[in-house]
């Protein structure tokens, strides 16, 4: 087996209270005695935020993108194969004044309402319907923090 990748990430605060960040991800896997792609090699995948944030609270967007993966250990079968995506989140969080240590946080994932698979999460074999392995849709979280 050959496996190789490599990662790369950047912080910015570029005013005072606001930020940005980037990563990218990428790796490539291969069976060499079998000369096929492994499916446990994810594609190419990125994230690009921005946000702002001071002591009492602060708020992020940010996008998530993942190319397509079509080099997978069975190329005539699409059952590994994704497409590529995009996915918005959106997220916050507030110390609540007078409560020390007490912070509520907030996001909506998946702003867009994308329809998408992430390639690790998809099985070997085709028992299920592809379709019971997508991504979540929109969806909220909201969280409440006590630190002592």
């Known amino acids: 087996m050959r496996i190789y990748g490599g990662d790369l990430e950047a912080h910015w605060r570029f005013l005072p209270n606001w930020h940005a960040w980037f990563s990218a991800v990428y790796a490539n896997g291969s069976d060499t005695v ?6 446990s090699i994810p594609p190419l995948k990125g994230i690009l935020g921005v946000g702002y944030a001071d002591e009492d609270f602060g708020v992020d967007i940010s996008t998530t993108a993942a190319a397509a993966r079509k080099d997978v250990e069975t190329p ?3 059952l590994n194969k994704t497409g ?10 507030w110390n609540l004044p007078g409560l020390s240590g ?4 907030a996001g909506l994932y998946n702003v867009l309402n994308a329809t998408y698979y992430d390639a690790l999460d998809l099985p070997d074999s085709a028992s299920i319907s592809k379709a019971y392995y997508t991504q979540p849709g929109r ?5 409440l923090i006590y630190r002592f």
Do not use: C, E, F, M
């Open 34 to 39: 079998a000369n096929v792609h492994l499916n």
């Open 76 to 78: 005539s079968s699409d």
């Open 84 to 93: 590529s995506y995009g996915v918005v989140d959106l997220s916050g969080w």
């Open 102 to 105: 007490l912070k509520l946080q």
């Open 139 to 143: 969806n909220a979280k909201v969280s």
